[in-house]
């Protein structure tokens, strides 16, 4: 599929030639500024999640691993992400549907509503839900004579999710597919394809790699998420923890190891995600295109 | 579809072949429509509840000024510090090539990627009076965690990212000819770059400054474990609404969202009008 | 396929783009929109082909009102200009897809698309790049695969949006020519859009001449060059000079003279008078004629065009002359166009 002869951008030449390039020292001190800003900013919280998890050796390590909270944390987590990014993820595609492939009033105001999540405090996200829900608020009653349980419960727990990763998937496949232009639609349109069939062979595939980076990114918030989640979970152990509440409260509970054992299969979440999204940035980086970042 | 003629004049939408602008546009109004905007109009809602006397008197209480204050002082220190450095990374990974380039680049976007609680009780392990960056500033009598300046340090790498990724794009797309020409006619590699090539990176700097203030200012779950939460010195505004929830004091946590809220979105719309006036004048 | 437009008129924003346009295509012909950007030829191809909805108008294939079908239903095959392969497909894929995605009971066996897929390859002479992708195919391999996918669902009827306009220049001539082969081997109904005058007159049995949202002439390439039947045409296809006259006593006249052309045809009043650079008679003296001092003079292969002042208000005007002619700066030429044409002005 890619050209071997088109090559990206090419710094090296460029980096080497004299007359737009700093003198050496200046590179030098340049550099160790930016390395050691790095390695303190960076490297050492990462280097301390997993040496802080391995202070009292492996066994100990995977003890508190297999704690049934913990356990139950891990289970919760991954079912709110399960169900958040594949809401989102429909989201985003309809959203940058419509967006990217038409042309009609108020789309810039929609735009900007998309993100607008990205400015919201993640308490704030929660709150919202608390005074939705909650005892005080107009629905709080009925949704209790009805036995209904959304605050301090699953589903008041994917919903602060679903809030905070909203943007991802649709800010990645905006952009993307507005550069596509319909083109290729109209192409497969005219051999006589069916909308479906037009998004399903032509559309879907254009855009696939693109989709994978919002859902990977979506998918790290989802489960790191903390802020929102703790604002309606109740930290009910056992039951409404998350991993990341679940980190505070054994913290809290001056369980260092229990805490950054499992902070750091959260940190380990974060590195996978990190190889991933250089792995399709430095394969697929034109089939991602320009929103590269958060 | 039956009728060849369509209607002239205003129309919501331009004509296309392409099929599921409804289906799509419907749904995607839908979702956003529960998701979001009810949501946070029941925010709003509830605010206006409070009518204005009493909305002040909480907003305005001593407390919740001196959250607000903490909050967007430290978020505007930080950001601060991230243009200075987040513009030398971003220069250095565009500029010089060196060993474990990629590795480097790819580490600048860990702060999105590891979750915020994560960070917190690491970099709060870190800067603790007896960890490994706490101690030597304690020896001088500086205290970093569980005071203002462990709030800084925690927003300082929460907002990293914004700057680098911002500014980044735009020093790659610095047309190296512009340089060249800076050189031919006669200017120092110094002037080159404050005469030449910072103007240009203004914009993009400034708009990394005002992201990461902005993820600051609502940053919540790196900063509480690092923090202290002394009320009135190191208590910050997000912490004080969970503290007014659990109180079941949900008048004030609304007042103080409500107020967080508004300040955000100005944010915002200055965000975006610099966007918009960097992309008008510098194309 | 005969291919009829009725009447169209089509805006965006109200702004129209054509207005009240009608053309009759016959089956198996190929025909050519041509016009300088702007003049709503592609518009017009786009809604041919149901890319597009009339504002006004409709559009009929054969007997059927095609403005009632989707562009799914139209069966046409819509060349794009910029082909708009699908990258992630193979060249045998593209070329398939139009029957791979018809409902099961009219789809083809796979075995049966592919045999399909490399029968057109052949015809575009492409064989053996089934399992290319279009990244890995030259500008005018791309337009060959485009143009086989376009004709694998049989269409009724061929469009090609300014098919050869990504090309360098000997590609196109080459494929030019290659089109116009296909077309004599397949005989599909075919409509192409281009802005190259030489590329239309060259390939299509019939030009259509348009100019800012309006047909001005249909006809063969020697209907549309010899007998142009509005100022634009002439000024638009081959070479023209032109010059304000005014027509008296059946005489015209430029400034206070009579040139020696009789018109006595043409109604009194100002009119422009057009004619070929190359079309004209040198004369000694002048009696009746056209006379103007040389400005500017070039070779051009096989002649010498000059440029001439002519008259007070010093009009410029090109002839061409042979190359042995001794035409210096500021020398006087007087001249007679041979062929000509007049055409009324609103002064």
């Given at each position: 599929?890619a050209?071997?002869?088109?090559?990206?951008?090419?710094?090296?030449?460029?980096?080497?030639s004299?007359?737009?390039?700093?003198?050496?020292?200046a590179?030098?001190?340049?550099?160790?500024?930016a390395?050691?800003f790095?390695?303190l900013f960076?490297?050492?919280?990462?280097v301390?999640?997993?040496?802080?998890?391995?202070a009292?050796?492996?066994?100990?390590?995977l003890t508190?691993?297999?704690?049934?909270?913990?356990?139950?944390a891990?289970?919760l987590t991954?079912?709110?992400?399960?169900?958040?990014?594949p809401l989102?993820?429909?989201f985003?595609?309809a959203?940058?549907w419509a967006?990217a492939?038409?042309?009609?009033?108020g789309?810039?105001?929609?735009?900007?509503?998309?993100?607008?999540?990205f400015s919201?405090?993640?308490?704030?996200s929660?709150?919202?839900y608390?005074?939705?829900?909650?005892a005080q608020?107009?629905?709080g009653?009925?949704?209790?004579?009805?036995?209904?349980?959304?605050?301090?419960a699953?589903?008041?727990?994917?919903?602060?999710?679903?809030f905070?990763?909203?943007p991802?998937?649709?800010r990645?496949?905006i952009?993307?597919?507005?550069?596509?232009?319909?083109?290729d639609?109209e192409a497969?349109?005219?051999?006589?394809?069916?909308?479906?069939?037009a998004f399903?062979?032509?559309?879907?595939?254009?855009?696939?790699?693109?989709?994978?980076?919002?859902?990977?990114l979506c998918?790290?918030?989802?489960?790191?998420?903390?802020?929102?989640?703790?604002?309606?979970?109740?930290?009910i152990?056992g039951?409404?923890?998350?991993?990341?509440?679940?980190?505070?409260?054994l913290y809290n509970?001056?369980?260092?190891?229990g805490a950054?054992?499992?902070?750091?299969?959260?940190?380990?979440?974060?590195?996978?995600?990190l190889?991933?999204?250089?792995?399709?940035?430095?394969r697929?980086?034109?089939?991602?295109?320009?929103?590269?970042?958060? | 579809?039956?009728?060849?003629?369509?209607r002239?004049?205003w129309?919501?939408?331009?004509?296309?072949v392409?099929?599921?602008?409804?289906l799509?546009?419907?749904f995607s109004l839908?979702?956003?429509?529960?998701?979001?905007l009810?949501?946070?109009?029941?925010?709003?809602?509830?605010?206006?509840a409070?009518?204005?006397?009493?909305f002040?008197?909480?907003?305005?209480?001593r407390?919740?000024l001196h959250?607000?204050?903490?909050?967007?002082?430290?978020?505007?220190?930080?950001a601060a510090?991230?243009?200075?450095?987040?513009?030398?990374v971003?220069?250095v990974?565009v500029?010089?090539?060196?060993?474990?380039?990629?590795?480097?680049?790819?580490m600048?976007?860990?702060p999105?990627?590891l979750?915020?609680?994560?960070?917190?009780?690491?970099l709060?392990?870190?800067?603790?009076?007896?960890?490994?960056?706490?101690k030597?500033?304690?020896a001088?009598?500086?205290?970093?965690?569980?005071s203002p300046?462990?709030i800084?340090m925690?927003?300082?790498f929460?907002?990293?990212?914004?700057?680098?990724?911002?500014?980044q794009p735009?020093?790659?797309?610095i047309?190296k000819e512009v340089?060249?020409?800076a050189?031919?006619?006669?200017?120092s590699?110094f002037q080159?770059?404050?005469?030449?090539?910072?103007?240009?990176?203004l914009p993009a700097?400034v708009?990394?400054?005002?992201l990461?203030?902005?993820r600051?200012?609502?940053?919540?779950g790196?900063v509480i474990?690092?923090?202290?939460?002394l009320?009135?010195?190191?208590e910050i505004a997000?912490?004080?609404?969970?503290?007014?929830l659990?109180?079941?004091n949900y008048?004030?946590?609304?007042?103080?969202?409500?107020?967080?809220?508004?300040?955000?979105?100005l944010m915002?719309?200055?965000?975006?009008l610099?966007?918009s006036?960097?992309?008008?004048?510098?194309g | 396929?005969e291919?009829?437009?009725?009447?169209?008129?089509?805006?965006f924003d109200?702004?129209?783009?054509?207005?009240?346009?009608?053309?009759?295509?016959?089956?198996g012909?190929?025909?050519?929109?041509?016009?300088?950007s702007?003049?709503?030829?592609?518009?017009l191809?786009?809604?041919?082909?149901g890319?597009?909805?009339?504002?006004?108008?409709?559009?009929?294939?054969?007997e059927?009102?095609?403005?009632?079908?989707?562009?799914?239903?139209?069966?046409?095959g819509f060349?794009f200009?910029?082909?708009?392969?699908f990258?992630h497909?193979?060249?045998a894929?593209?070329?398939?897809?139009?029957?791979?995605?018809?409902p099961?009971?009219t789809r083809?066996?796979?075995?049966?698309?592919r045999r399909?897929a490399?029968?057109?390859?052949d015809?575009?002479?492409l064989s053996?790049?089934?399992?290319?992708?279009?990244?890995?195919?030259?500008?005018?391999?791309?337009?060959?695969?485009a143009l086989?996918?376009?004709?694998?669902?049989?269409?009724?009827?061929?469009l090609?949006?300014?098919?050869?306009?990504?090309?360098d220049?000997q590609v196109?001539?080459?494929?030019?020519?290659w089109?116009?082969?296909?077309?004599d081997?397949?005989?599909?109904t075919?409509?192409?859009?281009?802005?190259?005058q030489?590329?239309a007159l060259e390939?299509?049995d019939r030009?259509?001449?348009?100019?800012?949202?309006?047909?001005?002439q249909?006809?063969t390439?020697?209907e549309?060059?010899d007998?142009?039947?509005?100022?634009?045409?002439?000024?638009?296809?081959?070479?023209s000079?032109?010059?304000?006259?005014?027509v008296?006593?059946?005489?015209?006249w430029l400034?206070?003279?009579?040139?020696?052309?009789?018109a006595?045809?043409?109604?009194?009043?100002?009119?422009t008078?057009?004619?070929?650079?190359?079309?004209?008679?040198?004369?000694?003296?002048?009696g009746?004629c056209?006379?103007?001092t040389v400005?500017?003079s070039?070779r051009?292969a096989?002649?010498?065009?000059?440029?001439?002042?002519?008259?007070?208000?010093?009009?410029?005007?090109?002839?061409e002359?042979?190359?042995d002619?001794?035409a210096a700066?500021k020398?006087?030429?007087a001249f007679?166009?041979?062929?000509w044409k007049?055409?009324?002005r609103?002064?």
């Open positions: 599929m050209d071997p002869h088109i090559e990206t951008y090419d710094p090296e030449h460029e980096a080497t004299a007359a737009i390039t700093e003198s050496r020292p590179r030098a001190v340049l550099m160790a500024i390395f050691v790095l390695a960076l490297v050492l919280p990462l301390i999640v997993f040496s802080q998890a391995f009292k050796g492996a066994a100990t390590y508190s691993l297999s704690d049934g909270d913990t356990l139950s891990i289970k991954l079912i709110v992400a399960a169900i958040s990014v989102n993820l429909v985003g595609v959203a940058a967006i492939k038409f042309e009609f009033k789309k810039a105001f929609l735009t900007t509503l998309v993100d607008l999540p919201v405090s993640p308490v704030i929660g709150l919202v608390v005074l939705l829900f909650g608020s107009v629905l009653p009925w949704l209790k004579a009805h036995g209904i349980e959304i605050l301090f699953v589903p008041g727990i994917v919903l602060a999710t679903v905070v990763t909203f991802f998937v649709a990645e496949l952009p993307l597919m507005q550069e596509q232009g319909t083109g639609e497969a349109l005219s051999l006589g394809a069916s909308g479906w069939q399903w062979y032509v559309t879907l595939p254009n855009i696939k790699w693109g989709l994978l980076y919002g859902v990977l998918n790290a918030r989802a489960m790191g998420e903390f802020g929102a989640v703790s604002v309606v979970s109740g930290h152990r039951q409404t923890n998350t991993m990341p509440l679940h980190v505070e409260i509970e001056y369980n260092a190891v950054f054992a499992v902070a750091s299969l959260l940190a380990g979440l974060a590195l996978v995600t190889v991933l999204k250089t792995v399709l940035e430095m697929y980086g034109a089939e991602i295109a320009a929103t590269r970042g958060h | 579809m039956s009728n060849a003629t369509t002239t004049g129309r919501f939408r331009q004509p296309s392409i099929p599921g602008f409804g799509t546009l419907g839908a979702y956003l429509t529960l998701i979001i009810i949501p946070l109009s029941g925010l709003a809602w509830r605010s206006a409070l009518g204005w006397a009493d002040w008197r909480i907003a305005l209480d407390r919740t959250a607000l204050e903490i909050s967007f002082g430290t978020a505007l220190i930080a510090v991230n243009v200075v450095f987040g513009t030398v971003a220069w990974l500029r010089y090539r060196f060993p474990g380039r990629r590795i480097v680049d790819a600048v976007d860990l999105f990627a979750p915020t609680a994560v960070a917190g009780i690491a709060t392990t870190l800067y603790a009076p007896n960890g490994w960056l706490g030597p500033p304690m001088l009598g500086i205290k970093v965690a569980y300046l462990g800084v925690a927003l300082i929460i907002g990293l990212p914004f700057v680098v990724r911002t500014v735009i020093i790659e797309e047309d340089e060249e020409a050189a031919t006619l006669g200017a590699r080159t770059i404050t005469r030449v090539l910072a103007p240009g990176l700097v708009t990394g400054f005002a990461s203030f902005a600051g200012v609502g940053e919540y790196s474990f690092i923090a202290g939460n009320p009135n010195v190191s997000p912490l004080l609404i969970v503290i007014r659990e109180e079941y008048a004030a946590a609304t007042a103080i969202a409500a107020v967080m809220l508004a300040l955000s979105f915002l719309f200055v965000i975006n610099l966007q006036w960097s992309r008008k004048r510098y | 396929m291919v009829r437009v009725a009447n169209v008129r089509k805006e109200r702004f129209p783009a054509l207005h009240d346009v009608s053309l009759d295509i016959r089956s012909e190929l025909i050519a929109l041509l016009g300088p702007g003049s709503g030829k592609t518009t191809l786009r809604l041919i082909a890319l597009e909805r009339p504002t006004r108008g409709k559009i009929f294939f054969g059927d009102d095609a403005s009632l079908k989707s562009i799914q239903q139209r069966n046409v060349v200009q910029h082909y708009a392969l990258r497909m193979t060249v894929d593209n070329i398939g897809f139009g029957l791979k995605v018809r099961g009971a083809p066996p796979a075995e049966e698309i399909r490399s029968e057109l390859l015809l575009v002479q053996g790049l089934e399992k290319r992708y279009p990244a890995q195919l030259s500008g005018g391999q791309r337009q060959r695969v086989a996918r376009a004709m694998a669902i049989e269409p009724a009827v061929l090609l949006d300014e098919p050869f306009g990504a090309l220049a196109r001539r080459d494929l030019r020519r089109l116009r082969d296909i077309h081997t397949t005989g599909h075919t409509v192409f859009v281009t802005h190259d030489e590329e390939l299509a030009v259509v001449v348009m100019s800012q949202g309006r047909i001005e249909v006809g390439a020697d549309v060059y007998t142009p039947n509005s100022p634009f045409v002439y000024g638009f296809i081959g070479d000079s032109s010059l304000p006259a005014r008296e006593d059946g005489q015209v400034a206070e003279r009579p040139i020696g052309l009789s006595p045809d043409v109604p009194a009043g100002p009119a008078l057009f004619f070929r650079p190359h079309d004209v008679e040198l004369l000694d003296g002048c009746g056209i006379a103007g400005v500017n070039r051009v096989e002649t010498r065009r000059v440029e001439l002042e002519v008259g007070g208000d010093r009009q410029r005007v090109e002839i002359l042979p190359i002619h001794a700066n020398s006087r030429i007679r166009p041979r062929k007049l055409f009324p609103a002064d």
